[in-house]
């Protein structure tokens, strides 16, 4: 039937014993893939709108897994979450992107994802910290980007965590702006340095005056509370410049940049080492 979807659509389009026994192959599989090198993160450039310049990158995970090839973070991130193994995920991920930036031109920064179950309990602290030291980055080049699913959790536990982080000077985004329900309430509820606007709005500003107003009300706001605004999934330099107009900080698309292996990295980072 649908060729190019079966991979992606995988777990719905099986039955579902297979899917049930698939999944659990896959959890075994993700446990040894932690311990065993098989995860590789990309960088996707982030562009400043004001000087056209890289200003940093977002590591994105992936799973070069041996008999299935490269699987999406859509496909093993909630697995990772239902199970617990984003733990050990979550510190290798950010181990790994540290230490990456720590070998870029300085001004450049590194922003990784988090999920809320990393942020529980009291353990993030010491993670960050060892990050940090392991890789001798400075705190101010880090970015950690949280969805507001984070802040959902009633949680002072996480709470702590991200205002731990802010002390040692190490930036917190706001991922996904807009997709849950009470988006604002959570501006109020911690200090963001960055809101990132969802995909979604920006992609429909192409054919819709009502998702220009709100990004735009979006960027105002944020402009308002002292808070950079980065537009994801820039496809098309229309809508790059359509975002310039109406003030956006910085962005971040295809258009400007795919993900890219840290080996088609050396030409990108030679540009951003400047004159
Ligand atoms: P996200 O944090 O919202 O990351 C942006 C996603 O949009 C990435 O997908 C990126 O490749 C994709 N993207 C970037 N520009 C464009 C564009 O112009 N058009 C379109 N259509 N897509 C674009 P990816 O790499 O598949 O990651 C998906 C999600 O998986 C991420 O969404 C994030 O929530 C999660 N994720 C990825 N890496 C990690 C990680 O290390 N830790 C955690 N906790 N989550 C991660
Ligand atoms: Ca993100
Ligand atoms: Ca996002
Ligand atoms: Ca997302």
């Given at each position: 039937?649908?060729?190019d979807?079966?991979n992606?659509?995988?777990?719905?389009?099986?039955?579902?014993?297979?899917?049930?026994?698939?999944?659990?192959?896959?959890?075994?599989?993700?446990?040894?893939?932690?311990?065993?090198s098989?995860?590789?993160?990309?960088?996707?450039p982030?562009?400043?709108?004001e000087?056209?310049?890289?200003?940093?990158?977002?590591?994105?995970?992936?799973?070069?897994?041996?008999?299935?090839?490269?699987?999406?973070?859509?496909?093993?991130?909630?697995?990772?979450?239902?199970?617990?193994?984003?733990?050990?995920?979550?510190?290798?991920?950010?181990?790994e992107?540290?230490?990456?930036?720590?070998?870029?031109?300085?001004?450049?920064?590194?922003?990784?994802?988090?999920?809320?179950?990393q942020?529980?309990?009291?353990?993030?602290?010491?993670v960050?910290?060892?990050?940090?030291?392991?890789?001798?980055?400075?705190?101010?080049?880090?970015?950690?980007?949280?969805?507001e699913?984070?802040?959902?959790?009633?949680?002072?536990d996480?709470?702590?965590?991200?205002?731990?982080?802010?002390?040692?000077?190490?930036?917190?985004?706001?991922?996904?702006?807009?997709?849950?329900?009470?988006?604002?309430?959570?501006?109020?509820?911690?200090?963001f340095?960055?809101?990132?606007?969802?995909?979604?709005?920006?992609?429909?500003?192409?054919?819709?005056?009502?998702?220009?107003?709100?990004?735009?009300?979006?960027?105002?706001?944020?402009?308002?509370?002292?808070?950079?605004?980065?537009?994801?999934?820039?496809?098309?330099?229309?809508?790059?410049?359509?975002?310039?107009?109406?003030?956006?900080t910085?962005?971040?698309?295809?258009?400007?940049?795919?993900?890219?292996?840290?080996?088609?990295?050396?030409?990108?980072?030679?540009?951003?080492?400047?004159?």
């Open positions: 039937a649908k060729e979807g079966r992606t659509h995988r777990f719905f389009e099986t039955d579902m014993g297979t899917a049930v026994s698939e999944r659990r192959e896959l959890i075994t599989d993700l446990r040894h893939a932690i311990a065993n098989e995860l590789e993160l990309y960088f996707q982030q562009y400043s709108l000087t056209n310049a890289v200003t940093g990158f977002e590591a994105l995970v992936r799973w070069n897994h041996p008999k299935r090839g490269m699987v999406p973070p859509m496909e093993f991130i909630p697995l990772a979450e239902d199970t617990g193994l984003i733990v050990p995920l979550g510190e290798w991920v950010l181990n992107a540290c230490r990456r930036a720590a070998s870029w031109p300085e001004h450049l920064r590194i922003a990784v994802n988090l999920s809320p179950r942020l529980r309990g009291h353990g993030f602290g010491p960050l910290i060892g990050a940090l030291a392991r890789s001798e980055l400075r705190a101010d080049r880090l970015e950690l980007e949280v969805t699913s984070v802040l959902l959790i009633e949680s002072d996480i709470l702590d965590a991200l205002h731990q982080a802010k002390a040692l000077g190490v930036k917190v985004s706001m991922d996904d702006f807009g997709t849950g329900y009470s988006s604002l309430s959570y501006l109020r509820r911690f200090p340095d960055k809101i990132k606007i969802d995909q979604s709005f920006v992609r429909s500003m192409a054919y819709s005056d009502e998702s220009v107003s709100i990004v735009k009300a979006v960027i105002d706001l944020a402009k308002n509370l002292d808070m950079t605004t980065t537009a994801e999934g820039v496809e098309t330099e229309l809508l790059l410049e359509m975002l310039k107009d109406i003030g956006c910085d962005a971040q698309g295809y258009f400007l940049g795919h993900p890219m292996p840290v080996s088609q990295m050396d030409d990108l980072l030679f540009e951003c080492q400047g004159p």
